[in-house]
T-cell receptor, first 118, second 111 residues
Framework: AQTVTQSQPEMSVQEAETVTLSCTYD???????LFWYKQPPSRQMILVIR??????QNATENRFSVNFQKAAKSFSLKISDSQLGDAAMYFC???????????????FGTGTRLTIIP | DAGVTQSPTHLIKTRGQQVTLRCSPK?????VSWYQQALGQGPQFIFQ???????QRGNFPDRFSGHQFPNYSSELNVNALLLGDSALYLC??????????FGPGTRLTVT
């Protein structure tokens, strides 16, 4: 079974600075997907960024980028130019690429609470 | 374009009762997944429905059951409620194996 570990329960960063959230995972599969989701106090889970394991290039979405180290099974999220609206719980999640329609289970970590200091 | 909707927003039940939670997927989506998120934890996968059938199930007892209707909406039923069932229940929808979009959740409190 796959597991996802987020070892930083809480992180804080000054507004406009850069912060990196850590995530490690364990799997015996060679092909899979990794995600970062954001959950603000409104509770709605929002997809931040996605990475396919077969792609060597790290994914980037505006101020959000990942450092994907497949051999080390590490998947960190970097947030640049942090903004007050970035304050939320951040969850790392794993999905097997063997999944077909109707078999798309996401395995989540325990989350990192990010605080933005004005 | 309406996103994923869930009802009700909040619910309070007594131990031993039964509860039904509802989810309408995002327009164009045909797959619905349910997750349980206990306070301070990450979401845990309950099960997933596609073509009105349960396709995959997490480590949850048979007290948790579901249904998907022809219009792709879904229900989650929990029987014989326990205090430990108190959690945020999240519904997510997807299409053709692409990203899951989540609803705002239903907060269930069991007293």
């Amino acid at each position: 079974a796959q597991t996802v570990t987020q070892s930083q329960p809480e992180m804080s960063v000054q507004e406009a600075e850069t912060v990196t959230l850590s995530c490690t995972y364990d799997t015996s599969e060679s092909d899979y997907y990794l995600f970062w989701y954001k959950q603000p106090p409104s509770r709605q889970m929002i997809l931040v960024i996605r990475q396919e394991a077969y792609k060597q290039q790290n994914a980037t979405e505006n101020r959000f980028s990942v450092n994907f180290q497949k051999a080390a099974k590490s998947f960190s999220l970097k947030i640049s130019d942090s903004q007050l609206g970035d304050a939320a719980m951040y969850f790392c999640a794993y999905r097997s690429s063997l999944s077909n329609f109707g078999n798309e289970k996401l395995t989540f970590g325990t989350g990192t609470r990010l605080t933005i200091i004005p | 374009d309406a996103g994923v909707t869930q009802s009700p927003t909040h619910l309070i039940k007594t131990r031993g009762q039964q509860v039904t939670l509802r989810c309408s997927p995002k327009s164009g989506h045909d797959t619905v997944s349910w997750y349980q998120q206990a306070l301070g934890q990450g979401p845990q996968f309950i099960f997933q429905y596609y073509e009105e059938e349960e396709r995959q199930r997490g480590n949850f007892p048979d007290r948790f059951s579901g249904h998907q209707f022809p219009n792709y909406s879904s229900e989650l039923n929990v029987n014989a409620l326990l205090l430990g069932d108190s959690a945020l229940y999240l519904c997510a929808s997807s299409f053709a194996g692409y990203e899951q979009y989540f609803g705002p959740g239903t907060r269930l409190t069991v007293t």
